[in-house]
């Protein structure tokens, strides 16, 4: 059932992968994220939209404990993320992959030592282990004849999905996707966004998504979150989204000129 933020579930069942309560984000006194509440079921494609500077990446990295908030909490599979240990934040971090707007591919590695980084910094698989896993994931993006090309070669899209195939290698029951579609023309993003899709039906991840571009997200999302002014608007799924009567709401899925929605 469509929420406002307040939850509509316990994750008792492990119904949610993520659960934010609460959460508030400053910095330097301004205040980002006002109260965040909202779930991420397990297993679907969950995607964040909202205007620019509303919090979306902000939100993102509290999953991942790369920000700590002022209040609130943030559980992941049951877990308060804030209070997890160094040990058990690496343990996490390890089933999570995530890929940045860039790809954050590291320069000075080809694209073989790029994806295969992940594998030889937390496994102790042999190199023959690491090449099957390596070529498996870059066939999947399509990537397979560019093993020794360097991040500087690729197009802006390769080094998406080169990233993609990065965040892949450890299998992680959580896939995080900060703007994918940043960049990438039209069809470039549809490509991607089938991409995604494809990928997180294929391991039956659990996937959260950044867009500003409201088609991707009606075409990949399951489930939607819309923040506005540091708060949810709404969440639920397409359909109840679509359907919703709150003008900021039908403003920003239709891209209406008039609502409350301005350019400040």
């Known amino acids: 059932m469509l929420s406002n933020g307040e939850p509509v579930a316990s994750n008792k ?5 993520v659960e934010v309560k609460d959460l508030h984000k400053a910095f330097e006194g301004r205040s ?3 109260g965040v509440t909202c779930q991420i079921p397990a297993g679907k494609i969950s995607v964040v939209m909202g205007p620019s500077g509303t919090g979306k990446s902000v939100l993102l990295r509290h999953v991942v404990g790369l920000l700590y908030p002022d209040s609130g909490d943030v559980t992941v599979a049951g877990k308060s993320v ?16 995530m890929l940045f707007q860039d790809g954050a591919l590291f320069s000075s590695m080809n694209l073989y030592d790029n994806v295969a980084f992940p594998l030889r910094q937390h496994t102790k ?3 023959r282990e690491i090449k ?3 070529m498996q994931r870059l066939e999947e993006v399509g990537l397979s004849e560019s093993v020794s090309k360097m991040p500087n070669e690729l197009s802006g899209g390769m080094r998406k999905r080169a990233g993609f195939a990065r965040a892949l290698v450890l299998e992680p029951e959580l896939l995080l996707f900060d703007e994918p579609d940043s960049g990438l023309d039209p069809v470039r993003t549809a490509l991607l966004c089938d991409l995604i899709k494809q990928i997180q039906q294929k391991y039956k991840s659990t996937g959260v998504v950044i867009s500003h571009d409201i088609k991707s997200c009606f075409n990949i999302g399951d489930h939607i979150i819309l923040l506005y002014g540091g708060k949810v608007v709404e969440q639920g799924s397409k359909e109840e989204l679509q359907r919703s009567t709150k003008p900021f709401t039908q403003q920003f899925i239709t891209g209406a000129v008039e609502g409350p929605l301005g350019m400040e």
């Open 32 to 34: 980002v994220l006002d």
């Open 125 to 127: 698989q042999s190199e």
């Open 82 to 97: 804030p209070n997890l240990s160094e040990d058990e934040l690496l343990e996490l971090r390890r089933n999570v992959g």
């Open 132 to 134: 099957e896993i390596v």
């Open 13 to 17: 069942n492990g119904e949610y992968m």
